[in-house]
């Protein structure tokens, strides 16, 4: 009996037709981004670019209509774009050549600068419909705290090595890293970096927070920012957190505020007095369920400011950003990277969260 060969489904080619364009979304999709590309023409221009076929709007249009309707390739795209057009872009003849080698040289930053254009006017539209009520634990700390944001990092996956593009880099390279901060009110990207290095480790990422973090936030962090020389920039900048408690932590008991069957909520100390792991004072909460312990930490002292069932319902919420990951890679295609360029990732990364961002205002 013949072995089968291990496919992997991200980098399956598409062989289905693309989704026909509804004349409703395309509408409200033109409302949303065309003020934003609009915005940013002056830059455009200034980058020395010339006023050609494929410019700025029809790049956006193109990359948009790659994820929405779920076209296959560039020979596809070409075609919707000859025949039919897309979104706010007329039918309009152009090789199939010219647009991928748009792709891989178009500046990533413009599609960056659209995104950053665009994100406080979707906060407006998320901020001005009737949704759902918030969680009781996100209403509740939203009184106390300005803003509760998520920050967490993920890498990339391998390039895709079938593009000629890649065929010098070894098998199995990472494409890199990106780092994502989440509002948890509207579950809309904030902040968006990308690191060439798909190594680099988390502490990359706590530089970037601390300058764009301001005081009276609640920030949600894995333990993958477990360093207390950062713990004590945030508290001394106004930022509280809340994160895990790594298993074996040595610590200094405080003071008792909570100890019973199911719940102890306790001020400690950690720490050793060095430069890199200096004294910090949290509070340390666990909470039981069944049989298990879950030990939460947090900056917040006060258990009137932050309920020991609060703290633990909120980092529960910090499976928000895994979602967002698990959408832009998985349903909007970013496990499947179009080129190996840098500037072609880039523009896939930036492109597939200004996709993201315009979907999560739909809702």
Not at 53 to 80: F, S
Request: hydrophobic fraction near 40%; aromatic fraction near 10%; proline fraction near 4%.
């Amino acid at each position: 009996m013949s072995g089968h060969r291990k496919t992997h489904r991200d980098h399956a080619k598409k062989t289905q037709r693309p989704l026909v364009e509804d004349s409703a979304i395309a509408a409200k999709l033109e409302s949303l981004v065309k003020p934003a590309i609009i915005a940013q023409e002056g830059y455009y221009r200034k980058l020395g670019l010339r006023d050609r076929i494929l410019n700025l709007p029809l790049m956006v249009a193109a990359v948009l209509t790659l994820l929405w309707r779920d076209v296959a390739g560039v020979r596809e795209l070409n075609r919707i774009l000859t025949r039919e057009g897309f979104l706010w872009c007329s039918p309009t003849q152009v090789s199939q050549q010219a647009i991928s080698q748009r792709f891989l040289t178009f500046p990533a930053q413009l599609f960056e600068r659209v995104f950053k254009e665009l994100l406080p006017e979707l906060r407006k539209v998320w901020d001005s419909r009737k949704c759902r009520p918030l969680p009781e634990s996100v209403q509740f700390t939203l009184s106390k705290f300005e803003r509760i944001l998520i920050a967490d990092n993920s890498t990339l996956e391998a390039l895709f090595r079938k593009l000629k593009s890649l065929a010098d880099i070894p098998q199995g390279q990472l494409a890199g890293k990106m780092g994502v901060v989440v509002d948890v009110k509207t579950r809309l990207p904030v902040e968006i970096w990308f690191e060439e290095n798909p190594r680099a480790s988390d502490t990359k990422l706590e530089s970037n927070l601390l300058n764009l973090v301001r005081a009276k936030t609640l920030l949600l962090l894995d333990r993958g920012f477990y360093h207390f020389y950062f713990w004590q920039q945030l508290i001394d900048r106004g930022i509280h957190f809340i994160t895990r408690l790594k298993k074996g932590a040595s610590l200094e008991v405080k003071q008792v505020f909570s100890d019973s069957y199911s719940l102890r909520d306790r001020l400690i100390r950690m720490g050793s007095g060095t430069k890199k792991t200096p004294f910090v004072t949290l509070r340390l909460i666990e909470v039981r369920s069944g049989k298990t312990w879950h030990s939460y930490l947090t900056s917040v002292l006060d258990p009137m400011i932050l309920p020991p069932y609060v703290v633990a319902d909120l980092y529960g919420r910090r499976w928000r950003i895994e979602e967002a990951f698990n959408t832009v890679k998985r349903l909007l295609g970013l496990s499947y990277l179009w080129t190996g360029s840098l500037n072609g990732v880039k523009l896939q990364i930036w492109g597939t969260w200004l996709f993201y961002a315009v979907e999560r205002g739909f809702r």
